[in-house]
């Protein structure tokens, strides 16, 4: 059963896509850490080099721990992302489809609107010689499809569309797509495309997308006749569909997991390389003593140590 491939309206935008609400973690146990003294922290002394430094810190003293919870936030980035981004890697290195159809191209005006269609034809045609797929155009007016009613909604171009397809096509490899005026000569329009199922793996999703947003610009710009908005969006299109494209529904939200790796994985880098510096640190007694060993004049504690952590000399107490 063909599918849809996109569409739009105008007046309102093409219907791409929804938003991603990524959460950063935070690698922090609570405990708050400074150089300085503040108010509900317990002061820590550890040796970095030769010398005695202090850190201070308000809650339960962590000494490791975190750096495994670290690696894990750090993988489970990494899953995800690679999880996101895989499917968008499957869109490239397609094939062109062996279809199996007869290849008669349709572009079929029922609203009277196109003026030169010889183009279209040839654009038409190149996309099908790179692809397989066969393009088809259609042309309605809005009572054709807004009249057929189903209860108390309104008909759907989109359902207008899918019924225009198989009616006209029993195969699964052609695309229509249905540009829709007001019968009133309004101005606004709305349009269609449906996919058979075996252009697919061609017509991907990301190929679609980027096709359905250039050709609705382009409607809407005014700068070109129905057939020339098609003609240019198929001239970008064909060159490139082969190659793929990224489908920016998988790509957006990974990127956003890559926005939030390159903020995060620093701090949680320097998180764990604070906690490893701080590994040997112990607490501070208040009747502790900084002060020098008598041997080798290096730093010592006094009432913590016994011996010179450097030279091993007898450190007294006082
Ligand atoms: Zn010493």
Redesign the pocket.
Known sequence: MPHSSGGGFHGGGFHSGGGFHGSSSSGGGGTRYSNRPFAGANRYYYYRGRRLRYVYADGPYNKDGSGFAIIITILSFLIIFIGLLAPGIKDFNNEKIDSKSDIGIVIEDNANILEDTDELYKVFEDFYDETGIIPALLTVKHSEWKHVKIGNTSGTLSRYAYSAYTKRFKDEYHWLIVYSVDDEGAEGFAWEGMQGNYTDPVLTKGAADAFGRRLHKNFESGEYSVEGSLIEAFEYLTPRILRGFWDFDIIGPALVVVAISVVTVPILVGVMLKNKRFKNAKKWEPWYKEDV?E??G?P?VKGAMSD?P??G?YVPRI
Request: aromatic share 12%; charged share 20%.
């Open positions: 060993c041997e080798c290096r010592v010179c450097f030279c000399a």
